[in-house]
């Protein structure tokens, strides 16, 4: 698969990534489907691996993890990212509330729990996963650095921050912010318009796109959708994602990824699928290469109308 940096750090990424979000929704899960979704990405060569440690209640890093502990080399060959900062309701205390907490002690306690369960040394890039509204830059840039100077993260980045989140913590970090995490596919265009993607190019941040089949219903198969994406209407799209689709042999999925890896902010996808063909035949999006034509045009549907 072809790679390119991520931001600007000397991590080497294929330009689509597997997102490990509901590897382990049960134990045996993780030990089955879970563990076969991994080895079908990592055999067709993915190196990036997305976490946090709220997935599936931190399952999805310790089943991830004992791959890395069965297969040999495994580790020296993928890049291990992971996110922390989203409390559940009931933790630590009965009464405590859902939140986001990017607390230093919170920020460290959880990059030692991941490590754990991943089995591993260091984590390639360690991220925030949702904006806290109480985030300190200073508190969190500390936190960061002595992540870094322990040998336990060797780059960071966040998730779902807006561009003036995302500032706010650089101006305090000395550590580069390579990588924003955020939803992007042709049925959420927000990035596009909210200064996201502008804002990666300009930074050199590479923006890692989740969901980017909308739970599924840009693909043909399964879906699992959050709240808000029971309102995307994707029927066009998919028709016309079939049409070009037909004519390289491939399917609408791969086309739907293709779209974003033209983009040149130089969008990651993350193929979150546990269906080792569904993996399988997303990766065929990296040999795709769409024309301005076809993009566009692809964009008029998803805007649901001519652009001004």
Same mark, same amino acid.
């Given at each position: 698969?072809k790679?390119?940096?991520l ?10 990534g597997?997102g490990?979000?509901?590897i ?6 993780g030990r089955?489907t879970g ?7 990592f055999e067709?060569?993915v190196t990036?691996f997305d976490?946090a440690d ?9 089943a991830?993890g004992?791959v ?15 996110k ?5 309701a009931g933790?630590?205390d009965a009464?405590a ?10 920020i460290i306690q959880? @990059?030692e ?10 984590i390639?890039v ?13 508190e ?5 650095a002595?992540?870094f ?5 060797r ?7 807006r561009p ?7 101006q305090a @970090?000395?550590?580069?912010l390579?990588v ?5 596919s042709?049925?959420c265009?927000?990035?596009f318009?909210?200064g996201?993607?502008?804002? @990666?190019l ?5 923006p890692?796109?989740?969901s ?6 840009l ?7 959050l ?5 995307y ?6 028709a ?8 390289r042999?491939?399917t609408?999925?791969?086309v739907a990824?293709a ?9 990651v ?12 035949a ?8 769409l ?18």
């Amino acid at each position: 698969m072809k790679t390119q940096r991520l931001g600007a750090s000397s991590l080497e990424s294929t330009r689509l990534g597997y997102g490990c979000w509901r590897i382990a929704e049960t134990e045996e899960a993780g030990r089955t489907t879970g563990r076969a979704a991994v080895l079908a990405a990592f055999e067709a060569g993915v190196t990036l691996f997305d976490h946090a440690d709220i997935y599936c209640g931190g399952r999805a890093e310790s089943a991830f993890g004992a791959v890395l502990g069965e297969v040999s080399g495994m580790r020296e060959r993928v890049l291990i990212a992971t996110k922390c900062g989203i409390r559940p309701a009931g933790q630590p205390d009965a009464g405590a509330p859902f939140r986001y907490d990017f607390s230093a002690e919170h920020i460290i306690q959880s @990059c030692e729990g991941s490590l754990r369960r991943l089995g591993v040394e260091t984590i390639d890039v360690f991220q925030l996963h949702r904006p806290d509204w109480l985030m300190d830059p200073d508190e969190v840039a500390a936190a960061f650095a002595q992540l870094f100077a322990q040998g336990k993260a060797r780059e960071f980045g966040v998730s779902n921050f807006r561009p003036s989140q995302f500032e706010a913590l650089q101006q305090a @970090c000395p550590l580069p912010l390579v990588v924003n995490q955020v939803e992007i596919s042709l049925a959420c265009l927000a990035a596009f318009n909210d200064g996201t993607l502008d804002h @990666c190019l300009t930074g050199r941040v590479t923006p890692l796109a989740w969901s980017p089949l909308a739970g599924g219903k840009l693909a043909d198969g399964p879906r699992r959708l959050l709240p808000w994406q029971e309102a995307y209407r994707t029927e066009a799209l998919n028709a016309a994602l079939d049409e070009l689709a037909k004519g390289r042999g491939v399917t609408r999925a791969s086309v739907a990824l293709a779209w974003l890896l033209k983009h040149p902010a130089r969008i990651v996808p993350l193929v979150g699928s546990t269906n080792p063909d569904s993996i399988r035949a997303c990766l065929r999006a990296d040999d795709i290469e769409l024309s301005r034509e076809e993009w566009y045009s692809l964009l008029e549907l998803a805007r649901g109308g001519r652009l001004p």
